[in-house]
């Protein structure tokens, strides 16, 4: 019988010790004995020291502190101090759901030539935000998939890398330090022929932006870096202030959404929907037709 692959759980966390306390918790009787907890601090000032030492204890826990600017420099430092044959990555404000480390262990226990793409669903479940961010997500990756249960991108809220693959084909770009990096990873592997394989039973549950302004702001800076990416890829590649490939997605979807709020009687947020869609919208559009004229 073959050995159990180890992981190296990546999470990179600055003054998130509530939600970073929760992720923590949701890996507690997952892990096996030669797992690790990668946990890069980018210098927090609240709790999450306390949080980190209180699950040492019970998790393979190693932190790290770190005073690096940009994803991509914080992602390849985390890589850098991790051992293990596969990297999960994992985000301080997401918790995985009960079996997901088992389901990452029996997806690789043949090969280990490919990137496995899982899940998210999005919290807290009774928030406008919150849902249109899940559905956002999820009409992303329906856009992004080349052939069932294949994608040409990824999201590294939740995704799986083995260590040989960023070893001989590279990790994340420093070119994207405004963000999108693992968008542009998922990019260049694709075309490099690596396989990314969605998983739709590997869910975490991630924490959203739950009032308009924090919403705005999230849709705004990915669409600057959208921008950013789109200036460097080719026209084939490019990811587009627009996208026709999810655009109609998102107005199906804004109705199923509609739809769903007026039966369960929820009609101010059946209200708000409409204007909430509109200022999304025009946030991306401003944002990224800005980015692209600097």
């Known amino acids: 019988m073959k050995k159990h692959v180890s992981l190296s759980i990546i999470t990179l966390t600055k003054n998130r010790a509530n939600l970073l306390d929760k992720c923590l918790a949701s890996l507690k009787g997952q892990l096996i004995g030669t797992d690790e907890i990668v946990i890069i601090d980018n210098y927090s000032n609240d709790n999450t020291q306390f949080t980190i030492h209180k699950y040492k204890k019970i998790l393979p826990t190693r932190v790290y502190k770190s005073g690096l600017s940009g994803f991509p420099n914080l992602y390849n430092f985390a890589i850098s101090k991790s051992t293990n044959p596969l990297l999960v ?10 079996g997901f480390m088992a389901r990452i262990r029996y997806k690789f226990r043949e090969k280990q030539n490919f990137v496995l793409q899982g899940n998210t669903l999005s919290l807290p479940r009774d928030n406008i935000f919150s849902e249109i961010s899940e559905r956002h997500l999820a009409n992303w990756f329906a856009a992004n998939m080349i052939t069932p249960n294949r994608l040409r991108i ?47 039973v590997l ?30 890829l080719s026209a084939d590649e490019q990811l587009h202030c627009i996208n026709l490939r999810t655009a109609k997605r998102h107005l199906l979807t804004s109705i199923v959404l509609f739809r769903s709020y007026i039966k369960r009687g929820r009609f101010i947020d059946a209200t708000r929907l409409p204007l909430v869609y509109l200022l999304l919208f025009f946030t991306r559009i401003f944002s ?7």
Do not use: W
Not at 187 to 196: E, M, W
Not at 288 to 294: D, E, F, N, S
């Open 89 to 98: 990555f994992l985000d301080d404000d997401c918790m995985v759901a009960p």
């Open 288 to 294: 990224y037709t800005q980015k692209r004229r600097l």
């Open 154 to 200: 990824i999201d590294n809220r939740n995704v799986v890398i083995p260590a040989t693959l960023l070893q001989r084909y590279g990790m994340f770009s420093l070119s994207c330090a405004s963000g999108s990096e693992d968008v542009e990873l998922g990019l260049r592997y694709q075309r490099l022929g690596i396989p990314i394989v969605f998983d739709p």
């Open 203 to 232: 869910v975490s549950y991630h924490h959203e932006r739950t009032t308009l302004g924090s919403f705005l702001r999230q849709h705004s800076r990915i669409a600057r870096s959208h921008a950013l990416l789109d200036s460097v």
